[in-house]
């Protein structure tokens, strides 16, 4: 049996206040809240992938994650809204490149913390 990567499982984003920064990811981007053992660590559901809120443990910077993407359908549509409910606007989304069979679109936000949310659309 090969042992390989099968997906990505979680993703652990530094914030300032865990609490502050919920309604962000379940509000504005409506993710799905999944649980909160802590009043600094809080789970979210995006798709196949859960989402960790964390206080800084260790490691980790507030404000300086790694970037996650989130796939979206009407990329233009869905940045306004999230505009709307409180997001900070970063930059519009825009054509990034043509694919063989789709153009790939990309935009950006920042939470409450100022880490960037990067938002694509595979557009066919």
């Not at 997906?7 to 504005?28: E, H, N, R, S």
């Not at 490691?59 to 993407?69: D, H």
Request: hydrophobic share 45%; glycine share 8%; net charge negative.
């Amino acid at each position: 049996m090969e042992h390989k990567i099968i997906g990505l499982a979680q993703l652990a984003i530094t914030v300032k206040d865990v609490q502050l920064a919920l309604p962000f990811y379940t509000q504005v981007l409506g993710l799905q809240f999944l649980f909160a053992p802590t009043e600094q660590l809080a789970f979210v559901q995006c798709g196949d992938t859960r989402l960790m809120l964390s206080q800084p443990q260790g490691a980790g910077e507030i404000g300086k994650n790694s970037i996650p993407y989130f796939k979206t359908t009407d990329i233009e549509q869905f940045y306004a809204t999230t505009l709307q409910r409180g997001a900070f606007a970063e930059r519009a989304p825009q054509f990034a490149a043509q694919m063989p069979d789709h153009q790939l679109w990309i935009g950006f936000l920042k939470d409450p913390d100022g880490n960037l949310i990067g938002l694509m659309e595979e557009k066919r």
